[in-house]
């Protein structure tokens, strides 16, 4: 059987049954690139028949464990063998950092690791090695583009090997340039199938472009079995590890490291970590138990409300959604009575974090609040819940777990919404709670 071969846009990836100067869903101009599609089945193959599930083993693999407490506990107790992990980040956030420290540290347990770089020389890889105190006798390492010398690797049965990055492989079987989407398609494609003969747990670095996608687009997270994200400001020390997909473990898991001189470590309790250096007589803070994860942690929300000088007052925004800002601001005005409409809004999360919990609501509404007013909130006060539009204040996922930990690390009060089960405690009305925290609006402020 002969391979076909057809065309894809790499603009809008539109296929093409045949080359063309333009594209005729986009229009753009040089956009196609051949595809080689092997046929999928020949007529001598078996053909393959359903079966009953009972006769197959249950395939609680044995993890292999990556020897980082957390890491392992997100990933569902390890990496599973034949497994395929995708990890994607913008470049410099750390990457390649963490893969090699898990590399060191499975090596201790004297598990043969492979690490094949694209991108950077084997001397820079023994330097970062060194840097991280990483350097085994054991910790073999490779420099190829090649997916062909991967494949030979894999044969070798290490428990794990690293590509480092897909976007710099190239197949023999597909057309185009290293990153393109026919390449990418192929490389993955191949590896995927090798790490499910072989055993061989693989994990791909990809790389995310500006809007957020791993180049190549999401195809990747369809063909893998993993999805992590790495994430944060890298002129923070705060790496947030995302669980984004897990066929065999917890989905929206995340770990948070701290990227230190020698490599990343787990903040092992994340539940005080953004809270250091917080002066609690300043207006314009408040404290959220927020829930990103299975396990909660507190950040800082801090607001600022200031005077504008601008036809169109400003709203920001930082690591949260803008949106939920002027969702608030609105709300604010309409329930609560108080105006904005001459004033500036900042509001930011600390820590460099970016949050996407509901329960963050009442916390930024409480930081907004004391900022307006310039009084500071109750010291030790708490807050989470979500603010809906005729503001009442919701319960949201994890209350009791939040409400635990909030009582474990000594915070009073709890501010937080009524629950189903606990009618008495807990708050209905926003209004309730911007007259328990700052009495009834003062002329001044009222809209
Ligand atoms: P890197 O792992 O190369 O990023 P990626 O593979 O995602 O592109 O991370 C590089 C950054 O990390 C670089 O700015 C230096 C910093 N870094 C540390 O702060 N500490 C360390 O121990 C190492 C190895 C790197
Ligand atoms: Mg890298």
Known sequence: MKNKTSYICKICHAPAPRWQGQCS?????????AVVSTPLRSSTMTITQPVDLRTIETGVQDRTSTRMGSLDSVLGGGFVPGGVVLLGGEPGIGKSTLLLQVAGTM????????????????????????????????????????????????????????????QTMVSSQAEGLPGSVAQVRAVATTLVERAKQSGVTVVLVGHVTKDGQ??????????VDTVLYLEGDKELQVRILRVVKNRFGPANELVLFEMRGQGMSIIEDPSTFFLQARDTA????????????QRPFVVEVQALVTKTFLAFPRRTALGFDAN??????????????????QMDVYAKIGGGLRMKDPGMDLGIVAALLSSLYD?????????????????????????????????????????????SE??????????????MLFGAPSAKYSG
């Open 282 to 293: 300043l207006s314009g803070t408040a404290l959220v138990m927020c829930m990103e994860s």
């Open 25 to 33: 869903k986009c229009q753009a101009w040089n956009s196609l690139e």
């Open 422 to 435: 606990a009618k008495t405690s807990g708050w209905g009305r926003l209004l309730d709670v911007q007259h």
């Open 324 to 341: 939920r800002l002027h969702l608030l601001i609105a709300v604010m005005e309409k329930r609560l009575h108080v105006n904005f409409g």
């Open 375 to 419: 009084r500071p909130l109750p010291e030790g006060a708490v807050f989470w819940g979500e603010v809906d539009l005729n503001g009442q204040i919701r319960p949201v996922f994890g209350h009791d777990v939040r409400r635990k930990q909030a009582q474990n690390l000594g915070y009073s009060p709890l501010v937080h919404p009524k629950t």
């Open 107 to 166: 090596r201790e347990t004297g598990q043969q690791v492979i690490y094949v770089s694209g991108e950077e020389s084997l001397s820079q890889i023994r330097s970062r090695a060194d840097r991280l105190d990483m350097l085994d006798d054991q910790l073999l390492a490779m420099t190829t583009n090649a997916v062909e010398d991967i494949l030979a690797c894999m044969d070798q049965h290490p428990a794990l090997v690293i590509v480092d990055s897909i």
């Open 214 to 223: 791993i180049a190549g687009p999401k195809l990747l997270e369809h063909m």
